[in-house]
């Protein structure tokens, strides 16, 4: 790919995406399958490019967290693989009828799912966007230009090769997946200003990198939001539930946007799940950041300030607060949260159906870990992201969500009549 500029990426992916319009399931589904066995047969080459973006990056001190997101190796090579023949064997929605009916005149009216065109993602240091979105767009019939940042370049550059020679060897153009990555700021800036060329835009990342999309963009943006994700132990919460909800949502993984960043614990069972609780925790590496109730029931709290209860840590640290109330709990969601993914771990069906009912996030859950929020785990196969707007979509976005919709329209000779 050695074009002098990325508006002609982004001219060539407009042209491509005509082409992915027209193909037919199967076509798509060969095309995936040609990608996963290619991921598989380069992971060797794949990898030695990502450990030079992992070495550099530790050099550039980017952060555990980052370096985290980054890192491949064989077992999450396979997975991207895995990913890709996930989406292959989903069901296709283009076509799709979404509804209709049949006009008093006899005109039958038909609203059918169709491809956006081009979908543009700009993301940081996170390899596996770049062959998820890439699956994703194809399988809904786009065309996909991608944006990685610096930190993954030397990753991205090998995917985007082979999933490119992947698709020649398919018999699709190639020209479907594009990258401006090595334009460097003004390749995002292409991206953000592609109105024309560009039909939808998706961030993945930072809140600061969010932000500047959607305020810089002049191309429809798809807002996938920070994670300040919260569990709520309710005053009947299991002990074995709590302990093992909360450590699965902060340990299992916590660089990423679904891991838990704030507990809240009900007053009347504080004394009992604070201790057993933080020692869960603890024994994990995890950092406290509690309030004064959780530093007078365990040792060694890291005293909260304001700071903590809007925080998206993305490590090994988590806050805690006392809440009076469910009410309270309620209260200190709507302030904090940024809409993303929230629980609460109770017995009583009431709260949980409240909580339910008056959380206003993308996901809310009851009894069940925060790390559930996931395309993969919903069933999409993969994800673009996770949407916290609520236009369009919200939640994770899978096939359906990279689809726009249009009337059909099957008339015998009518024409209208004025009015």
């Known amino acids: 790919m050695t074009d002098l500029t990325p508006q002609t990426r982004l001219e060539r992916a407009k042209e491509a995406s005509r082409t992915t319009a027209a193909l037919t399931s199967d076509d798509k589904a060969r095309a995936l399958d040609a990608i996963a066995v290619a991921l598989e047969e380069n992971a060797a080459r794949i990898i030695e490019a990502n450990q030079r973006d992992v070495a550099r990056g530790r050099d550039d001190g980017i952060g555990e967290s980052l370096i985290d997101r980054l890192r491949l190796d064989e077992k999450r090579v396979s997975a991207l693989a895995a990913a890709v023949r996930d989406v292959a064997a989903l069901p296709d929605p283009v076509g799709r009828v979404v509804?209709?009916?049949?006009?008093?005149?006899g005109v039958a009216l038909e609203q059918v799912r169709v491809p956006f065109g081009?979908?543009?993602?700009?993301?940081?240091?996170?390899?596996?966007?770049?062959?998820?979105?890439?699956?994703l767009a194809l399988r809904s019939g786009n065309a996909v230009v991608l944006r990685g940042g610096s930190a993954a370049l030397h990753s991205n550059t090998v995917l985007v090769d082979v999933m490119r020679s992947a698709l020649g060897d398919a018999g699709v153009t190639p020209e479907?997946?594009?990258?401006?990555?090595?334009?460097?700021?003004?390749?995002?800036?292409?991206?953000m200003q592609g109105?024309?060329?560009?039909?939808?835009?998706?961030?993945?990342?930072?809140?600061?990198?969010?932000?500047?999309?959607?305020?810089?963009?002049?191309?429809?943006?798809i807002e996938t939001g920070a994670g300040n994700v919260?569990?709520?132990?309710?005053?009947?919460?299991?002990?074995?539930?709590?302990?093992?909800?909360?450590v699965n949502a902060k340990v299992q993984r916590p660089s990423v946007c679904n891991a838990v960043e704030t507990i809240l614990v009900h007053r009347q069972a504080a004394p009992r799940l604070i201790p057993l609780v933080a020692s869960a925790l603890m024994s994990e590496g995890v950092a406290i950041h509690g309030d004064d109730v959780v530093a007078g029931l365990v040792a060694n709290i890291i005293p909260a300030t304001e700071e903590d209860w809007a925080t998206e840590y993305l490590s090994l640290d988590v806050a805690m607060k006392v809440v009076d109330s469910l009410d309270d709990a309620l209260d200190h969601i709507r302030r904090y949260s940024t809409g993303h993914t929230e629980s609460i771990v109770t017995t009583d069906s009431r709260s949980a159906e409240r909580f339910l009912a008056e959380v206003?996030?993308?996901?809310?859950?009851?009894?069940?870990?925060?790390?559930?929020?996931?395309?993969?785990?919903?069933?999409?196969?993969?994800?673009?992201?996770?949407?916290?707007?609520?236009?369009?979509?919200?939640?994770?976005?899978?096939?359906?969500?990279?689809?726009?919709?249009?009337?059909?329209?099957?008339?015998?000779g009518q024409s209208a009549a004025e009015g």
């Open 195 to 221: 109105r024309g060329f560009i039909d939808v835009l998706v961030p993945r990342g930072s809140a600061g990198l969010i932000e500047t999309v959607v305020t810089e963009s002049t191309v429809p943006v």
């Open 230 to 246: 919260h569990i709520l132990l309710d005053e009947s919460a299991p002990d074995d539930w709590a302990c093992d909800i909360v």
């Open 360 to 412: 206003d996030s993308a996901v809310v859950m009851a009894n069940a870990s925060t790390r559930f929020t996931d395309g993969a785990e919903f069933g999409f196969g993969a994800e673009v992201g996770i949407s916290t707007q609520k236009l369009h979509t919200r939640g994770p976005m899978g096939l359906s969500e990279l689809t726009s919709t249009k009337w059909l329209a099957r008339g015998a």
């Open 99 to 105: 509804g209709g009916h049949r006009m008093p005149n």
């Open 176 to 191: 479907a997946i594009q990258t401006v990555d090595d334009f460097g700021r003004d390749g995002a800036k292409a991206l």
């Open 118 to 135: 081009v979908v543009g993602a700009i993301y940081e240091a996170r390899p596996n966007v770049t062959v998820d979105i890439a699956a």
